[in-house]
């Protein structure tokens, strides 16, 4: 005995399918590692969950059965998925976005499957402005830091350490760290920067001036 019908589980699980397609779509074209297939299979393991979850509830009804635990496994279980999309790049971490989105994606099929259908779409809705509108405001008006490491390869003559620091002083938004490491057999150095931009702009202006300074052999950003 199935106490929701046929045609209303198949309602709800086309509903979670084409709810994670659309939140999927936008992160597929943003060229993120969890894309259209993820968010839709997800929604709809989600929302069959709940379906489980509701028919087991009334079928074991009295019984030593807590049917909610199966629902409950979801919300836990998919930060495991979600840290699978989160990269670190030396100091900078990306994919924290995409983890939100799979995690709230599965919140959404889970209310689609318990059949609210008004509340999932709005959630959806303001998902996507915030991924898409948002993210435009984001990039014109709010600063962005970017933590790198430089490291400089110099000829070890007089002031080029001092314009190296007036320079990375100038273009940086802040130098965190300025590390020298000295060659004795060929009078060659190598300088190790830790420095903080607000615009990637600045680390191409940088290594634009950077490779312009005379003795300086090469440049490279970690």
């Given at each position: 005995m199935t106490v929701i019908p046929w045609h209303e589980i198949f309602l709800r699980l086309a509903a979670a399918l084409l709810a994670g397609g659309a939140i999927g779509f936008e992160r597929e074209r943003d060229s993120q590692p969890a894309g259209l297939r993820t968010h839709m299979i997800l929604a709809l393991g989600a929302a069959?969950?709940?379906i489980l979850s509701i028919n087991i509830a009334i079928e074991f009804q009295g019984q030593d059965a807590e049917p909610t635990r199966l629902a409950a496994q979801v919300v836990s279980g998919i930060g495991f998925l979600g840290a699978g999309a989160i990269l670190r790049f030396g100091f900078n971490v990306k994919g924290l976005t995409t983890?939100?989105?799979l995690w709230t994606t599965a919140m959404v099929g889970m209310a689609i499957g318990y059949g609210y259908y008004l509340v999932s779409f709005?959630?959806?809705?303001?998902?996507?402005?915030v991924l898409t509108l948002v993210e435009r405001f984001e990039k014109r008006f709010v600063r962005v830091n970017i933590?790198?490491?430089?490291?400089?390869?110099v000829h070890d003559r007089e002031g080029i350490l001092r314009e190296v620091r007036k320079t990375m002083t100038k273009l940086a938004d802040s130098i965190i760290a300025f590390n020298v490491q000295k060659s004795v057999k060929n009078k060659h150095m190598r300088l190790e920067i830790i420095a903080r931009f607000n615009r990637s702009e600045k680390l191409e202006d940088m290594m634009e001036v950077i490779s312009s300074i005379e003795g300086v052999r090469g440049i490279k950003i970690e």
């Open positions: 069959l969950v709940m983890a939100s989105t709005f959630a959806v809705v303001i998902m996507l402005v933590m790198r490491t430089v490291v400089i390869d």
